[in-house]
């Protein structure tokens, strides 16, 4: 069938120099597989398992690093979580279209939490002094500046600097009042990026394996996407502290540092779109369009 | 259990005045279901069942409407498939993770096109001049201007206008020339916005019922999200026009204009977020963060 050549997916990208307003007509065009090839093993950084939480589904195993530059306080509040077995026999409790797929466990079937906390004062944003940004030059919708730093996607106002909400970040879930959450409860998103829960909420890390098994969870019936019957879920039967695995149970990932050449690479190679698919070479991009690449170490 | 309240998603509405800068502080709070129940039945339009497609899948029925304003070939040439029955017994045929869905006929097992065609001149934009947008006030990654016309999120560069790829959007795929597409083939966005596409592509509509009946299915394996196997895909019993099918199986929606008072305030109640939920109430909007309202008439 011919369908396979359909839509070109950005396998295939162009290089330009890094943030120049357009890349010269006779730049040679390399692959974002290319780019990422011929990058220097310094422009990666390995992933501390310290930052990494296992979550095993029925369907596989879904890998989470912590923002720990970010929200240090929810992320050591998560490892305590996970180091107390806290999450085991713990469910997804709800699916809703185009928002975010969650996780917690019943309040009926409550467990120790061990140095855990329940509750815990917000992260929602830090001060922007001393983080390095790698700015993209295009607007953004809701903040005065966007970019990356410490290999998330990231806002600021020239004060204060937060995470984004972007597909596949994970949250930390949270009633009224701002002290509500602690990271016992997360969320992932799984649609257009809600930008109006950043600073709203605390961000506490995103998905770096296991993203399709999140995203196709069937959407719950009950409002706000909350599963109406027990059936309905899906069992968790474990979230672990990387740190804690055997050596053989790990993922040993290494991140395209987001402070890199090599990454600045990629954002251009986003901007401008020039595969051969590409009419229009598009010339912008969003904070939440920029792929964030990952690589696996046998 | 206290997970309900944890993400307000925003059925708890603000209401301020069309595109003010803020709200005043004593503003009286109506929720979005509110200000839609407060609406003239003036701001509501019938959608026309001649732009009304029925694709009938094993677990439910996705119902597009056609953006024909836009797009009035591609509309043409789909009412022409469906009432050829061209897509009986096709299937999905991809499912990518943060991008597409997307479906059409195996070309060993071709059928007749009727009156339609595989190939027809593109749509990707229009001129600007004669469309009235309902602007947004807020900044936009990929265009100087964006907002909404005839009921689809748009994007303008002044002289030219086209329907953006926002979540619940759908597209007619093409092969590497602007012609090889003409909605034969369609697929459907289940992520972040690709406004890549933009004008890369001819947008053709967008879904108002039964997304999660696509946003869910199991991703591809293959290059791109292709299904490895036929088995892996989900048949299309059918897809039909509106104006054809029995009144007995139609369904009658009506959808906020786009350029109605109405929807001015719910573009300002996504904007301006004063459910007590909010401790920021954000004050800014992406085209692809406002719904589109529509119901049912029974």
Redesign the interface.
Known sequence: ???????A?GFLAACASAEAPAPAPDTPVRSLGEILEQSPASDWRTVDQDNLIYMQLPRGRVIIELAADYTPNHAANIRALARAHYWDGAAI??S?????V?W?????DPRPMGEGVASLAPE?DRPRAGVDITR?V??????REVGFAYGFPVASNGQRTWLTH???MVGA????T?DS?SGA?L?VV????????D???TTVGRVLQG??LL?????GTG??G?YETPQERTAIASIRLGSELPESERVNFEALRTDSATFRDVIES?RF?RE?????P?G??????VQLPVRVRQ
């Open positions: 069938m011919r369908l396979a050549a359909v839509i997916l409790v709800r809703q279209d185009n928002y975010v969650q917690g466990r019943d309040e009926a929602f993209l295009d607007p953004d919708s809701y903040a972007c597909y596949g879930g949270r009633g009224d701002a959450g409860e969320y799984i649609g257009q990026a809600p930008r109006h829960l600073r709203n909420i993203m399709e995203s196709v969870m069937p959407r409002p706000l909350f986003r779109r051969s698919w590409f009419l229009d598009v912008h991009v969003n904070v939440c369009n």
